[in-house]
């Protein structure tokens, strides 16, 4: 079985202060890692990915996650955060093509 | 279109009717996903297509629910005598299986269901 735990509910971050969404997994074998961003009342949009290789995988708007095998994390940063990514991020592991989400942590950024 | 194409956007149905809800994948993705998203939740996996392959059922949360996907395209989600407990939004996806893009899911902006 495979799961995937975001143990934060919510993240607040001042605007230009360093964000980091935790992710921790349970996937046997190598699983490819997902992140996933929902602004308000918009669809999902697939932000980056890890399949194999550098662990520092750079995807959209300036995000960045780290690949850690040994912890079984996934977590997302991004260097200085930005009212406009105020919204509901999702991590998702898989092995075997189906994406199963975590709870989603909130991120909140103030002016 | 480019993108999942979902539809209706809204329904407001009355307990016990049944309500049919649709997906139209990008073309070319083989693989194609609903999941759920009820208010203050986070998504619930219901069921997975993959090509001819036999649908991964295993998060559809009752028999009352069943989807279909006709020709590895378009594909329908159905659910009997609706309960209050089914409002939610339902969310399609698709994506590429194999390759660079393996993974990457394309969702749909969804069906908002409210059952009275």
């Known amino acids: 079985a495979q799961s995937v735990a975001q143990p934060e509910d919510q993240v607040n971050v001042a605007e230009g202060n360093p964000l980091t969404v935790k992710c921790t997994y349970s996937?046997?074998?190598?699983?490819?890692l997902f992140w996933y961003v929902q602004y308000p009342n918009r669809g999902l949009q697939f932000l980056l990915k890890?399949?194999?290789?550098?662990?520092l995988v750079k995807g959209s708007y300036g995000f960045e996650a780290e690949f850690n095998k040994s912890q079984t994390s996934f977590h997302l940063k991004k260097p200085s955060a930005l009212v406009s990514d105020s919204a509901l991020y999702f991590c998702?592991?898989?092995?075997?093509?189906?994406?199963?989400f975590g709870a989603g942590t909130q991120v909140v950024v103030t002016p | 279109g480019a993108g999942v194409s979902q539809s209706p956007s809204n329904k407001v149905t009355e307990k016990g009717k049944d309500v049919e809800l649709r997906c139209d994948p990008i073309?070319?993705?083989?693989?194609l996903y609903w999941y759920r998203q009820s208010l203050g939740q986070g998504l619930e996996f219901l069921i997975y297509?993959?090509?001819?392959?036999?649908?991964?059922k295993s998060g559809l949360p009752s028999d009352r629910f069943s989807a279909e996907r006709t020709g590895g395209s378009v594909s329908t989600l159905t659910i009997q005598r609706t309960q209050q407990e089914d409002s939610a939004v339902y969310l399609c996806?698709?994506?590429?299986?194999?390759?660079?893009?393996?993974?990457?899911?394309?969702f749909g902006e969804g069906s908002r269901l409210t059952v009275l």
């Open positions: 996806a698709s994506s590429l299986v194999g390759g660079p893009g393996t993974g990457e899911l394309f």
């Open positions: 073309s070319g993705h083989t693989a």
């Open positions: 890890y399949i194999t290789g550098d662990n």
């Open positions: 996937v046997s074998g190598n699983p490819y």
């Open positions: 297509f993959q090509g001819n392959s036999a649908p991964d």
């Open positions: 998702a592991p898989t092995r075997w093509g189906k994406l199963q």
